[in-house]
Structures are given as C-alpha cells and as structure tokens.
C-alpha cells in the first residue's frame, strides 16, 4: 500500500522565517510527487516533481525531489502571514494517476 | 484562469437519501477524478474516469457510488444511500493530459443527519 508521510504535522513561525517542510514516501508505480496548498476548501497546486535533483522554484518557494532516498521538501523563504496553510504533499502512481496524500503540515505564520 | 466548478457547496441530507453532487471540470480537460476528505482526515481518493468510463476505483467506491458525464462539461458522483459515514468534503478534480497535474474544485461539503 502506497505510504506518504509528512512532517513537521504543525510548525509556527514568525514573519520572515523560512522553513523546509518533508514529505517521505513509499509507493510501488511512483509517477510523481505533487505539493499543494490547501487554505479553506481546495488544495492549489504548487509543483509537480518527476525527476530526483532538480529544484523546482515559484517566488519564495522551492521544491526538491529525491527519488534514491524517497522524499522531498518545500521550502518558503521570508515567510508571511499568508503563507499559513495546510501544506500537503501527494504521491501519483498507478495507471490512473490517482493521487496517496500525506496528512500534511499545518503551517501558521505570524506577524 | 479557468477553475474546476463544484455545486452545491454543502449539502445536507438525510441518512438513506440519495445525493447527486455536481462539478464542471476545467473545460479543455480529459481526466476527472473525485476525492474526499472527512474531518480531520486525509484526502482518499475515490474514482478516476476518462474517455466516458471508470479507469480506475478505490475500495471507498463501493456500489453505493456512482459517477456519470452526462454531457460534454457536467461529471457528477452519486450516492445512492448515503450514511452518516459518508459526512466529508467531496473535491471534484481534473487534469488536461495524463501528465499534468491535477486541479481541485472548492469542493462540497456533504452532511448525513
């Protein structure tokens, strides 16, 4: 069975702090590893990962992929209040592309 | 930028009713997907459909499930029965190709009383 597991399950920070979220991972027809940002009702995506060693970058967040070790993580640089979210990661496997998500990392900025 | 539409955005019912949930995939797209998430809990996957059929179910979507394109925009999952178990956040999602990734609907939210 396909397992995604995340860590820190909650993290509280102060505006301007950066911080690396993990996701680690077993799955048996490994697709790719998305991350998402779930605020109130919809996850948004943030980045797809295919290949081990290329970082992936959108303003102050970064994401790497590590496909010997099985993980990955999410960076947030300069953090701001905006940024608290629930961050979850997902693994895509299987013919289908469906989706194993993590239980996420609560993320709470403050000011 | 085109969203994934989902209607109602919460839904009360009774046990034992049916419920019909409705969501209107971004339009270009040709892989849909329905999702779920009961409080506090993970987002399961439930049932991939492209090309008018099921590619793909979980052990959640068991006979009580349905899903249905019924036209070229509308992909709606039905509940034939519902039970209080079935209480979640129901997300509608979609992709273009089989490589891209995956966009969520806002969801609904599903009450059994």
């Known amino acids: 069975e396909d397992k995604v597991v995340q860590s820190p399950l909650s993290l509280v920070v102060h505006e301007g702090d950066t911080v690396t979220l993990n996701c680690s991972y077993e799955?048996?027809?490994?697709?790719?590893l998305l991350w998402y940002k779930q605020e109130k009702k919809a996850p948004t995506f943030l980045f797809m990962l295919?290949?081990?060693?290329i970082e992936k970058k959108s303003g102050r967040l970064s994401s790497i992929l590590d496909k010997k070790e099985l993980f990955s993580i999410l960076n947030i640089t300069a953090t701001q209040t905006g940024d608290s979210a629930v961050y979850l990661c997902?693994?895509?496997?299987?013919?289908?592309?469906?989706?194993?998500f993590g239980s996420g990392t609560q993320l709470t900025v403050l000011p | 930028e085109p969203e994934v539409t989902q209607t109602p955005s919460h839904q009360v019912t009774q046990m034992g009713q049916e419920v019909i949930l409705r969501c209107v995939p971004i339009?270009?797209?040709?892989?849909f997907y329905w999702y779920r998430q009961i409080l506090g809990q993970k987002v399961e996957f439930l049932v991939s459909?492209?090309?008018?059929?099921?590619?793909?179910k979980s052990e959640i979507f068991d006979d009580q499930f349905s899903v249905e394109r019924p036209d070229g925009s509308n992909f709606t999952l039905k509940i034939r029965s519902t039970k209080l178990e079935d209480s979640a956040m129901y997300f509608c999602?979609?992709?273009?190709?089989?490589?891209?990734?995956?966009?969520f609907g806002n969801g609904t939210r599903l009450t059994v009383t």
């Open positions: 999602a979609s992709k273009r190709t089989i490589n891209s990734p995956l966009h």
């Open positions: 799955v048996t027809n490994f697709r790719s």
């Open positions: 295919t290949s081990s060693g």
């Open positions: 997902a693994i895509e496997s299987g013919s289908a592309r469906q989706l194993t």
């Open positions: 339009s270009n797209h040709l892989y």
């Open positions: 459909f492209y090309n008018n059929e099921i590619s793909e």
